[in-house]
């Protein structure tokens, strides 16, 4: 009996040991602690970290507040300078950017003009995987003239240039410290943003502190910290429970619920879209008929109610944000719900009995499945005889890009409002999963360029209203129905602002003027 | 014994490599390509340039022939090196020393729990046979068995962390840097964890003390006035264990890389979750590492297992020396 007895014992001093180290923990801090951070639940951990690579809007979220570039958005979406004071454009195609004074890193060593041209030659270069390295193409040549003032020139005019040099990935890097991580930015990271990376605890959290030698006013926040939550539901619970202050990524099931009460604030935006590509070297789909005959044959607000629980918007038409340049009402609702319709231009196209074909989607991401699962629906309600291939994402990717599929669901958001990121989609190019394989149209090609090329608004407005009218005519892509991208977070959040249409993922450039009351 | 223990080393490690092989070709025959994965998010709206792809491609070693690749892989991980990620361009090696102990925290924890429940409710319900209590906690232990972990995770999530606030609903905190939270962090997951777990350990537990209840060895243990305490534990448990080991030990293995679904809701940082990622990324480096160190351990711990048995079980031992 005496060995049963020195376990019982022991057991007994385990539970006491627990017990003990529960009380402490659970203490709560001491007066005069600094304060808590800002608690931050991202949906997914970043990849890495380096500012000219696209690894996704989380990781973007990120490395928003560690840097920042030569312009930005402000809290209404609109262009502004950031690292710039000023700039002239001596002609069309050449741009004398000069710098504010004194910019420093948040190391305290200078940033000029030196670190301004290595950070766009970076980008170009194509070991880097830099996300804009192929719009950068344009550029001729980038020169620092002086400490402070750096020369731009590019082949051709460029209507979106400074739109694209406030994106987050024309992040300015130092030289001095990229050079001597022998380039790789992944987890080195140093920047002149309001923040600087003060913690990574791999998996779990990555944390932000203030910078002091930030140019701006001091970020209001000290500390913000960025917890990974890729489930959805663990990440809405962790706002309800209030373990975080602010949630991106609202679950579409959820918004409803976090919208009405009255604990919670939450901002949402139609951004992201759904569309159909397809393989255009390829039955059925050679025949722009067909593809039109998709764009009355599926019913959009099902895709909305399925996959999006209601929050999102039909697109009959092109997906041109309200408020775009390019905006046209009459091209947004081109296509209506007529199954009938459809049938009648299938039947025109030889396919009065049906067509037979695979859709490719991905079982990785339910909104694509579920887009995937009406589509079907909906075509072979009317006769057509369609199967689904639901590969993993980077399986579908493969797919895509090889032109391995003959239609295929998926979903993106544009870089920025302006009509410009058509060119994305219609412009031909090497086969891209993004993109519908095989579409070339040198008309097309043609009017693209020219629009970017065009300096004068009314000019290019009128030259997207012909781009739109062949698109819609020709129908290389059906474009499905926009998805809700929302942030929510607890009340006592002040300061933050939603920016529109697709800018939205640009919204965390604001962080730093947020503030939380407790 | 010392004989039996070396062979069965070697076997070990003769299957730790066929594993490495097998892992390193299935990888390079998945669909998909990890350059295309690096250059564009879900969302990637503007294509990069070919030149991009073969840049990135060259900077990573991918253009080379896979039996180059597998050459140099080899050639490292007998030197114990893993290689470095496609992402971040960290250690294999450390990325696993890092979410593997983070793991095995919540899988001991778990096991411990499950072990301690279900050979008590186990043991109880044997005794209770066909008693109102026996179909209890027998409704339990298959509760535990069939509701799978996601949906339990869930909904102590809901009850315990969202209504009830009684501990953090999910996260990791170092124990080196704050035991008390630690252990809060801990007690959803392990509790998730340990139920399903419960069920697997409490049913065995129940079927094999049943069987040994009827032993001869246990009437004449009984006939010669043992206390009933001292029969279950002496007599009755120790028999009953065999089974018990061998599942514990099997399902110990399983949970090492096979915890995914309750790191996921709990956000626990283990190598499960290092996995699926890498996976999803392709990132071949990482794959290879988290599946190579996880099987390496399954073998280890059959083998500590095989060990235990001729502990446990004489005749086993003998068996090995002939």
Request: proline letters at 7%.
């Amino acid at each position: 009996m005496r060995h049963i007895a020195w376990r019982v014992r022991l057991a007994g001093a385990a539970a006491a040991v627990v017990a003990a180290v529960w009380t402490v923990g659970g203490a709560p801090p001491a007066p005069g602690a600094p304060a808590p951070p800002f608690i931050f639940g991202l949906s997914s951990e970043p990849p890495n970290l380096d500012p000219h690579v696209s690894n996704g809007a989380a990781a973007q979220t990120v490395k928003m507040q560690i840097y920042r570039g030569l312009f930005k958005l402000d809290e209404r979406g609109r262009v502004v300078k950031d690292l710039v004071a000023s700039y002239d454009q001596p002609n069309p195609t050449t741009y004398v950017f000069h710098l504010r004074p004194n910019l420093r890193f948040s190391d305290g060593s200078p940033l000029t003009s030196a670190d301004v041209v290595f950070s766009l030659q970076r980008i170009a270069d194509p070991k880097t995987g830099a996300y804009l390295k192929k719009r950068f193409g344009d550029i001729e040549s980038v020169d620092a003239v002086d400490p402070q003032t750096v020369k731009v020139v590019l082949h051709s005019p460029d209507a979106v240039f400074i739109t694209l040099l406030a994106l987050p990935q024309a992040a300015v890097v130092s030289k001095a410290f990229t050079t001597a991580h022998n380039g790789d930015l992944k987890t080195a990271t140093m920047g002149e943003g309001p923040y600087v990376l003060s913690a990574y605890q791999r998996g779990v959290q990555v944390s932000v502190t203030r910078n002091p030698n930030y140019y701006g006013a001091p970020a209001k926040m000290a500390e913000i910290r960025f917890v990974f939550y890729p489930d959805d539901n663990s990440r809405v619970a962790a706002l309800q429970s209030g373990a975080v202050d602010m949630i991106e990524y609202v679950p579409w099931q959820d918004i409803t619920a976090i919208k009405t009460n009255p604990q919670f604030g939450y901002q949402g935006t139609n951004g992201p879209f759904m569309y159909l590509t397809f393989n255009v070297t390829q039955p059925p789909f050679t025949d722009a008929r067909v593809r039109r005959a998709l764009g009355y044959a599926i019913d959009r607000d099902a895709i909305i109610k399925t996959a999006f629980f209601g929050r999102g918007g039909p697109i009959y038409g092109l997906p041109i944000p309200p408020g775009s340049l390019a905006y046209d009402a009459a091209a947004t609702r081109y296509y209506t719900y007529d199954p009938g319709k459809a049938k009648q231009l299938l039947a025109e196209a030889g396919f009065g009995n049906g067509f037979t074909a695979t859709l490719l989607s991905t079982a990785q991401y339910g909104m694509h499945k579920d887009t995937a699962q009406v589509v079907q629906q909906n075509l072979n309600a009317i006769g057509e005889h369609i199967t689904l291939a639901l590969p993993d994402w980077p399986t579908r990717v493969a797919a895509g890009n090889d032109g391995r599929y003959q239609f295929s669901v998926m979903g993106t958001v544009g870089d920025y409002n302006d009509p410009d990121f058509l060119s994305f989609f219609l412009h031909s190019g090497p086969t891209y999963y993004a993109d519908s394989a095989g579409y070339v149209d040198q008309a097309m090609d043609s009017m693209l360029d020219q629009a970017r090329a065009t300096l004068d608004p009314a000019k290019r407005k009128a030259l997207y209203v012909q781009i739109e009218q062949r698109e819609l005519a020709e129908a290389p892509y059906i474009f499905l129905t926009w998805r809700e991208q929302g942030y929510a977070y607890r009340k006592g959040v002040e300061g933050f602002h939603l920016l529109p249409g697709f800018q939205a993922f640009y919204s965390p450039y604001e962080f730093e003027t947020m503030t939380v009351a407790r | 014994m010392l004989r039996y223990a070396v062979r069965r080393a070697a076997a070990a490690l003769v299957l730790v490599w066929v594993v490495a092989t097998l892992v390193f070709a299935f990888l390079r025959l998945l669909p998909g390509d990890p350059v295309l994965v690096i250059l564009g998010s879900e969302s990637g709206a503007q294509a990069p340039s070919p030149d991009q792809i073969t840049a990135v491609r060259r900077a990573l070693g991918l253009d080379q022939p896979p039996a180059q690749q597998y050459g140099r892989w080899l050639a490292r991980l007998v030197r114990l090196d893993l290689g470095t990620s496609l992402y971040d361009s960290t250690s294999v090696t450390a990325d696993i020393a890092q979410r593997l102990p983070t793991s095995l925290e919540l899988i001991v924890v778990a096991v411990a729990l499950a072990v301690a429940g279900g050979v008590v409710l186990g043991l109880a319900a044997a005794r209770c046979r066909g008693t109102w209590t026996d179909a209890a906690l027998s409704g339990l232990l298959a509760g535990g068995l069939s509701i799978p972990v996601f949906v339990t995770g869930t909904l102590m999530v809901l009850v315990f962390g969202v209504i009830l606030r009684w501990v953090p609903i999910g996260g990791f905190v170092p124990i080196t840097s704050d035991p008390g939270a630690f252990a809060r962090q801990l007690v959803l997951p392990a509790v998730a964890l340990a139920f399903g777990l419960l069920g697997i350990v409490g049913r065995i537990t129940r079927g094999s003390v049943l069987e040994v209840l009827h032993q001869d060895y246990v009437r004449t243990a009984r006939s010669k006035g043992l206390g009933e305490p001292q029969v279950l534990a002496r007599h009755v448990l120790r028999t009953a264990l065999i089974p018990i080991v061998t599942v514990v030990g099997v399902q110990f293995g399983i949970l090492i890389g096979g915890t995914v679904l309750v790191e996921y809701i709990f956000n626990w940082p283990g190598i499960s979750t290092l996995l699926f990622t890498a996976i999803q990324r392709r990132d071949y480096p990482t794959v290879q590492g988290v599946v190579l160190v996880t099987s390496a351990m399954f073998i280890l711990i059959n083998l500590a297992v095989d060990l235990l048995y001729a502990v446990l079980d004489p005749r086993i031992r003998y068996e090995g020396e002939t």
